[in-house]
């Protein structure tokens, strides 16, 4: 079991910024994928961002490209999403999920590993 422990999240209004992190300890990078995902109430999972290491490579869903940035200190075992121009729709339980198995890297099902979440809300 790895533990992964997000953090950041909090309320926001409409057009701000928030940096969720996420802690992996007894967790190494190499040659994995890491990724963000979002749940609203009564929605299924969905990808926000991933990134692959080495190398860095990025995957963003449609919906937040532009405004959010996945990235990563592999000093300090730590995936970070920033967060920036958020909207309402943007509201939701965040996780973080280590270790593609199977699959896309936007896609929940095929990971192995998952934090608790950290809410998101975004409102006026």
């Known amino acids: 079991q790895v533990p992964l422990v997000e953090s950041g999240g909090g309320s926001v209004q409409p057009g701000g910024s928030l940096r969720l992190s996420c802690a992996a300890s007894?967790?190494?990078?190499?040659?994995?994928?890491m990724g963000w995902f979002r749940q609203a109430p009564g929605e299924e999972r969905e990808g926000v961002a991933a990134?692959?290491?080495?190398?860095?490579?990025?995957y963003y869903a449609d919906s937040v490209k532009g405004r959010f940035t996945v990235s990563q200190d592999n000093a300090k075992n730590t995936l970070y999403l920033q967060m920036s121009s958020l909207r309402p729709e943007d509201t939701a339980m965040y996780y973080c999920?280590?270790?593609?198995?199977?699959?896309?890297?936007?896609?929940?099902?095929?990971?192995?590993?998952w934090g608790q979440g950290t809410q998101v809300t975004v409102s006026s």
């Open positions: 007894g967790y190494t990078y190499s040659s994995k994928f």
């Open positions: 990134i692959l290491t080495p190398g860095g490579t990025t």
């Open positions: 999920a280590a270790a593609l198995l199977y699959g896309s890297a936007l896609n929940p099902n095929g990971y192995r590993y």
